[in-house]
């Protein structure tokens, strides 16, 4: 009875799709501080265009990490579009 149990394998693979499965979450909440997205962390310096339109310089971004300065220029232009566009 002991080696018919041993040499079972019945529950392998749903046993290694467990394994795998807690493995994906455990990377997953592992990398989660390095996407973190913090707006008030980022600075954005402007220019002006020539109808003295501010416009954001991507030059002289500073603070925070690239998918929060990614944010806050898409953010930025997005304001500035709906100034232009509702007032």
């Known amino acids: 009875m002991l080696k018919r149990f041993i040499g079972d394998e019945t529950g392998a693979v749903t046993?290694?799709?467990?394994?795998?499965?807690?493995?994906?979450?455990?990377?997953a909440v592992a990398v989660m501080p390095l996407f973190?997205?913090?707006?008030?962390?980022?600075?954005i310096a402007t220019a002006e265009d020539a109808a003295g339109n501010p416009?954001?310089?991507?030059?002289?971004?500073?603070?925070?990490?690239?998918?929060?300065q990614t944010l806050a220029i898409i953010q930025y232009k997005m304001t500035a579009f709906n100034k232009a566009i509702f007032e």
Do not use: F, Q, T, Y
């Open 55 to 68: 416009i954001p310089n991507s030059e002289r971004i500073s603070g925070g990490n690239a998918i929060s």
């Open 15 to 27: 046993i290694d799709w467990v394994i795998l499965a807690a493995g994906i979450v455990v990377l």
């Open 36 to 43: 973190k997205v913090d707006l008030d962390a980022v600075e």
